[in-house]
Nanobody
């Protein structure tokens, strides 16, 4: 079955770190661009980070310098390392492969003291 499985969300204090994982099942992740989106309550879904098949990366201005997207080819997984987290980073985070129209199930990140 072709799907994306996310993990790694949780509750963290401001200034803390989390790493989100998105594992691809049923296809080779490295053959596709991949995105991380997030959606906060009452807001539209927004693109946070993108990694291409050549591992070029792009970030939203709001996370630049704090978040890092990367791939592990052996584990068929894309990661989102999130550092210096702020309360405004609180959202459900989704992994996406646009060319396969695939979305992960979402993982909740809550940044609060």
């Amino acid at each position: 079955q072709v799907q994306l499985v996310e993990s790694g969300g949780g509750l963290v204090q401001p200034g803390g770190s989390l790493r989100l994982s998105c594992q691809a099942l049923g296809f080779t992740f490295s053959s596709y661009h991949a995105n991380w989106y997030r959606q906060a309550p009452g807001n539209e879904r927004e693109l946070v980070a993108r990694i291409t098949v050549t591992s070029d990366t792009n970030y939203a201005d709001s996370v630049k310098g704090r978040f890092t997207i990367s791939r592990d080819y052996h584990k068929n997984t894309v990661y989102l390392q999130m550092n210096s987290l702020k309360p405004e980073d609180t959202a459900v985070y989704y992994c996406n492969v646009p060319l396969r129209s695939l979305w992960g199930q979402g993982t909740l990140v809550t940044v609060s003291s």
